[in-house]
Antibody, heavy 119, light 110 residues
Framework: EVQLVQSGAEVKKSGESLKISCKGSGYSFTSYWVGWVRQMPGKGLEWMGIIYPGDSDTRYSPSFQGQVTISADTSIATAYLQWSNLRASDTAMYYC????????????WGQGTMVTVSS | QSALTQPASVSGSPGQSITISCTGTSSDVGGYNYVSWYQQHPGKAPKLIIYDVTSRPSGVSNRFSGSKSGNTASLTISGLQAEDEADYYCSSYTRIITLVFGGGTKLTVL
């Protein structure tokens, strides 16, 4: 069974750093792109970026380029999303998702990680 | 890159059919057959219900169907059921930034 299990909720302060995780299981982690999606409270989905763990090829939405870093550790089948300088506006639910063999569709999703940043 | 345009809300009665539109440009929806649709219930992760414009993942009801004409994609839900009440999002591949989502549509089953 394919699963993506994300790390737990985080409460941080502005200016702090954070790294959240997404562990894949039940499939070949190095063979599928893993994307990250932001959902601010009461708002829609926003595509942040994507990584191919097999060779670490990473693409970012221009809206998030330079604001976050996406990485992966194939030895433990885990993808990461990290911030070096959190802002209150980063408060949101963050989802990781596996891209299918076709471009731009995500067939399995993590349960989400809620990040709350206080100023 | 702006989000794809979806109506904020649609509604229908049980048993009826509804259609949700998703309008983009020739750089995204109109340029590629890589439109997907997601269903999201409150407090839950999104669920893929349509990919590649018209394809349904295994296990998704055939009451859900997708289509595309020019720069506009559409999701049709037939035989509306109470459990279909949710938010629906379209997405499209775009050469510029790889992927863009629509703003989302809230479906109310009356």
């Amino acid at each position: 069974e394919v699963q993506l299990v994300q790390s737990g909720a985080e409460v941080k302060k502005s200016g702090e750093s954070l790294k959240i995780s997404c562990k894949g299981s039940g499939y070949s982690f190095t063979s599928y792109w893993v994307g990250w999606v932001r959902q601010m409270p009461g708002k829609g989905l926003e595509w942040m970026g994507i990584i191919y763990p097999g060779d670490s090829d990473t693409r970012y939405s221009p809206s998030f380029q330079g604001q976050v870093t996406i990485s992966a550790d194939t030895s433990i089948a885990t993808a990461y999303l990290q911030w070096s300088n959190l802002r209150a506006s980063d408060t949101a639910m963050y989802y990781c998702a596996r891209q299918t063999t076709t471009v731009g569709s995500f067939d399995f999703w993590g349960q989400g990680t809620m990040v709350t940043v206080s100023s | 890159q702006s989000a794809l345009t979806q109506p904020a809300s649609v509604s229908g009665s049980p048993g009826q059919s509804i259609t949700i539109s998703c309008t983009g440009t020739s750089s995204d929806v109109g340029g590629y057959n890589y439109v997907s649709w997601y269903q999201q219930h409150p407090g839950k992760a999104p669920k893929l219900i349509i990919y590649d414009v018209t394809s349904r993942p295994s296990g998704v009801s055939n009451r859900f169907s997708g289509s595309k004409s020019g720069n506009t994609a559409s999701l049709t839900i037939s035989g509306l059921q109470a459990e279909d009440e949710a938010d629906y999002y379209c997405s499209s591949y775009t050469r510029i930034i790889t992927l863009v989502f629509g703003g989302g549509t809230k479906l109310t089953v009356l």
